[in-house]
């Protein structure tokens, strides 16, 4: 609690118990985050395993990069089709079954598509089935994660907590960057492609057993009006009493949000559930915030480096795939440290908005100085690499820390954060189905731009620093900052207010209606004043 006290600066922190910080909630968000693990380990071991020259003999790609290109693109956004049903998919099962079921169902689903591509030595066609499948566990996860890990976490420390998806995310993307190295260095024939590949199902497993063991989002259960298994969950997570006033704000807070949702559209259908996300303005602003916020965080270019950085790291004058897998692993020990900085002493600091402004220009100069370099001044075959070329390869390292610091981690925070109870599972999964479907455009452009967008593919990386530019924008006039502030206050801050009507009603109900505290010391002050507003409700 001191450390934490040291490094995370907002309100909530200096007045919520520091009983709420046990290891109960950090055991489930690891637990839950190796979910990301899954998906960074896939993104950052299929570039790899496709230059590597036993994969090319076993699946007899040809000689002719363009036709290459063309194969490894269509290999590597099979997965981004699986993971986009998957994330629609997990909407529904997540609202009806829960979150931590789904989450189980998804990594087991994961685990089936890797031993189907593990299998696949010479078939390509079993290679497109497994990626589909694991993408469909995978996608499911990425919906799944963030909102599990948000529906659980205490205030103060949400945004590190939820960060710890794109934490584990980088460490996925390290860890097979060097197990892609190490496998070319030390296995033989198709062992060298086939053991990356098998290694991908180790966090699957690991979040299979964590959150077996785990318990349920407590807002999901208040959501199915099972309030005294509600109670009894989050009073043991936050590791209190039940009649604690802290417990007694948060269960009332969950209470009272789910109350007015329900008055002011009462149906629980799809189309109901439609109806409120667009046709009320403050939850069609939030819907749109996170549709935009991933089609931003995917034109950055960042997983244009994580899908073919062999590649983009020969056209910046890296020779030979170990030489270029190695330099790809240290890329992705830079994206690891940068991100646990980040969660560690910005997340909840520095907060979400300041993040977003400064990374967008930052990540903009970085890839307009590798298109001057790669235009101007390209790397010339036997040559040794020029001052400008180290200049680049810098920015590229630069750039990986920089997306670490803001558009990585704090899109997957605001999404699972921002949006109204009812509709948290169907806004992170629209979140996420445009997070993958984005993921797909630029997996299947990237190898292409790279061969036809000007000499050695220059034009892609002024493509991307021309977004990364807009993207300040976007964030200046759109993005408030959310830090610190429960996700029942979400409401209030986009602006939500019911009908006139309902408003009417409201009024002359006020003075029977108990207060809903911001703070701990606000539930202190009024303990006597008033009874919990939440109902156990069988």
Not at 4 to 32: F, Q
Not at 346 to 359: I, K, N, V
Request: charged residues 15%; proline residues 5%; hydrophobic residues 50%.
């Amino acid at each position: 609690m001191g450390f934490l006290n040291k490094i995370v600066k907002n309100e909530s922190m200096k007045s919520d118990p520091k009983e709420i910080y046990g290891w109960r909630v950090w055991v489930l968000a690891i637990s839950a985050c190796f979910g990301g693990m899954l998906f960074g380990w896939d993104i950052g071991a299929i570039g790899g395993i496709m230059v590597m020259p036993q994969f090319k003999k076993t699946f007899g790609l040809p000689a002719d990069p363009k036709k290459t290109a063309d194969i490894v693109s269509n290999v590597v956004s099979t997965l981004q089709a699986g993971c986009f049903l998957g994330a629609l998919i997990a909407f529904y099962i997540a609202d009806k079954w829960g979150r931590r079921p789904s989450l189980m169902s998804g990594a087991a689903m994961a685990i089936f598509g890797i031993v189907i591509q593990t299998a696949s030595s010479g078939e390509i066609a079993a290679l497109y089935v497994g990626r589909f499948f694991a993408g469909v566990g995978v996608g499911a996860a990425s919906m799944l994660t963030p909102l599990y890990v948000s529906e659980n976490a205490p205030r103060s420390i949400r945004g590190g907590l939820t960060g710890i998806y794109q934490l584990n995310v980088t460490i996925g993307i390290m860890m097979s960057f060097w197990v892609n190295y190490g496998s070319l260095q030390h296995s033989k024939g198709d062992s060298i492609w086939q053991v990356p590949l098998a290694l991908q199902m180790l966090p699957a497993v690991f979040m299979l057993v964590g959150v077996g063991l785990c318990n349920e989002s407590p807002r999901f259960l208040a959501k199915q009006d099972n309030w005294e298994k509600a109670t009894a969950v989050l009073t043991r997570l936050r590791n209190l009493p039940v009649d604690h006033p802290y417990v007694r704000m948060e269960l009332d807070e969950m209470h009272e949000q789910l109350e007015n949702e329900r008055r002011l559209i009462g149906g629980a259908s799809f189309m109901d559930l439609q109806r409120e996300m667009w046709l009320i303005p403050s939850n069609r602003k939030r819907a749109l915030i996170s549709i935009g916020l991933m089609v931003c965080q995917q034109m950055t270019g960042t997983n244009a480096i994580n899908y073919y950085a062999p590649q983009i790291f020969k056209n910046l004058g890296i020779v030979g795939p170990s030489t270029g897998l190695f330099a790809t692993g240290i890329y992705g020990v830079v994206k690891v440290v940068a991100c646990a900085v980040f969660l560690l002493f910005a997340a909840d600091s520095l907060g979400r908005r300041y993040s977003l402004l400064w990374t967008s220009i930052a990540q903009g100069i970085c890839m307009f100085i590798i298109g001057i370099y790669v235009r101007t001044n390209p790397p010339k075959a036997g040559a040794p690499i020029s001052a400008f070329g180290y200049v680049s390869l810098v920015c590229i390292f630069l750039f990986a820390a920089i997306f670490q610091f803001g558009w990585g981690p704090v899109c997957w925070i605001l999404v699972s954060e921002i949006p109204t109870a009812r509709l948290r599972a169907m806004n992170v999964a629209l979140a996420a189905a445009t997070q993958w479907l984005f993921n797909f455009v630029v997996a299947q452009a990237v190898p292409r731009m790279l061969v036809n967008v000007g000499r050695a593919g220059y034009g892609t990386y002024f493509i991307f620093g021309s977004f990364c530019f807009s993207m300040f924008v976007f964030v200046w006039f759109f993005i408030p900052e959310t830090k610190g502030i429960s996700l029942e206050k979400m409401d209030a801050l986009f602006g939500a207010v019911e009908s006139p009507k309902l408003a009417d009603e409201e009024a002359r109900s006020s003075t029977t209606k108990e207060p809903i505290h911001e703070t701990t010391a606000d539930a202190i002050a009024h303990e006597r004043a008033y009874e919990p507003a939440h109902v156990e409700r069988k």
